[in-house]
């Protein structure tokens, strides 16, 4: 199995419902990291190209740079915690690059990092 590792990062700010309560606004630095996995490497000895994954994952933050979370879809609806970022980020993204890296790899994971030593991680269910 090979695995590359894309980052990116974004600045915004929510506020998540907790038990019913919803806290204050407040920002963080969000830091972002997806896996792409895959089982074989194409013609090039390339699992995939960094520079597609890049541009896609730049194109899927961007709703999101110096904005409010919870006034940007699919968090107007969803609360915005760090696991639903994580878990939003890895659809759009599959959505994205299916086609791209099908057959040899596939969005296995994301994590999103919204304070030191805080990071969810959703990881993505295999395709049959």
Known sequence: MFELTIQAE??????????????????????????IVGSTLDNDGLLCDFHTVEAML????EPF???DLNKVQPFTTLNP?????????AQRLS?????????????????VTEAPGCKAKYLAPQRS
């Open 10 to 35: 974004f600045c915004a700010a929510h506020a998540l419902i907790i038990s019913g309560v919803r806290e204050t606004t407040h920002g963080h630095n969000w830091r972002v990291e997806v896996g």
């Open 58 to 61: 730049e194109q899927v933050i």
């Open 65 to 67: 740079q110096n904005a």
């Open 81 to 89: 915690s760090a696991e639903n970022v994580a878990w939003h980020i």
């Open 95 to 111: 959505e994205l690059l299916d086609e791209s890296l099908a057959p040899h790899a596939r969005v296995g994971w994301t994590s």
